[in-house]
């Protein structure tokens, strides 16, 4: 069974830093499309960034780029977003999803309806 869990979230005061951590177990990572996506109360999901499964293909909200930064490491079946020069406005759940098995290379998008395994989430939240 696919299993995407999220750490790494927490509190920081504005302009701090925070890298997020998903890590998979029952599959490998290898073929699959990752997505960070985050939802702050009363507002609907938003896609943040997405790395496709050889990194060869990486997207950032404009909201976060320069700021943010996302990455993978297969050889520990874990995708990270780093999280720099934090706003109020990041202050969300954010969530980890899969895409995928892709046996041919795609480019990533920031589609929810693509990703079809969705972690439980971790709370960011972003405030002095």
């Known amino acids: 069974q696919l299993q995407l869990v999220e750490s790494g979230g927490g509190l920081v005061q504005p302009g701090g830093s925070l890298r997020l951590s998903c890590a998979a177990s029952?599959?490998?990572?290898?073929?699959?499309?990752i997505g960070w996506f985050r939802q702050a109360p009363g507002k609907e999901r938003e896609g943040v960034s997405c790395?496709?499964?050889?990194?060869?293909?990486?997207k950032v909200a404009e909201s976060a780029k320069g700021r943010f930064t996302i990455s993978r490491d297969n050889d520990k079946n874990t995708v990270y977003l780093q999280m720099n020069g934090l706003k109020p406005e990041d202050t969300a759940v954010y969530y980890c999803a899969a895409e995928g098995p892709l046996l041919l290379f795609r480019l990533c998008e920031l589609h929810h309806e693509r990703f079809g395994s969705w972690g439980q989430g971790t709370q960011v939240t972003v405030s002095s």
């Open positions: 029952g599959f490998t990572l290898d073929y699959y499309t």
């Open positions: 790395i496709s499964s050889s990194g060869g293909s990486t």
